[in-house]
């Protein structure tokens, strides 16, 4: 699985952004995705995650409610809807893949349980 980013970029205070994730290969219905981000000197933290079939979403709880996890299988994407974002928003994104695992309140959240990784976009807030 490869997964490559887009959608990032320098944007306002209070302003919004979409983010996309291509996955290649033909298994990305059946993976688990989610997105991370790293800040500058802070270690990589958890975003959203979406289940095979979107019925499952999860979200930290910084980003709930201004965030928006979505996928189209057919397409092969997974997209993440930023609004009303805060220089504290800013970050190197990253979209990650949970292959053939069901996704869970109990491991959306934790990086080892994805086993493919994007080279991530830059996401600029400012003030």
């Known amino acids: 699985v490869q997964l490559v980013e887009s959608g990032g970029g320098l944007v306002q205070a209070g302003g919004s952004l979409r983010l996309s994730c291509a996955a290649s290969?033909?298994?990305?219905?059946?993976?688990?995705m989610g997105w991370f981000r790293q800040a500058p000197a802070k270690e990589r933290e958890s975003v959203a995650a979406?289940?095979?079939?979107?019925?499952?979403?999860y979200y930290a709880s910084s980003v709930k409610g201004r965030f928006t996890i979505s996928r189209d299988n057919a397409k092969n994407t997974v997209y993440l809807q930023m609004n009303s974002l805060k220089p504290e928003d800013t970050a190197v994104y990253y979209c990650?893949?949970?292959?053939?695992?069901?996704?869970?309140?109990?491991?959306?959240?934790?990086?080892?349980?994805?086993?493919?990784w994007g080279q991530g976009t830059q996401v600029t807030v400012s003030s």
């Open positions: 290969g033909r298994t990305f219905s059946r993976n688990s």
């Open positions: 979406i289940s095979r079939s979107a019925g499952s979403t």
């Open positions: 990650a893949a949970m292959a053939e695992r069901y996704l869970y309140g109990s491991n959306w959240y934790k990086q080892n349980e994805y086993g493919y």
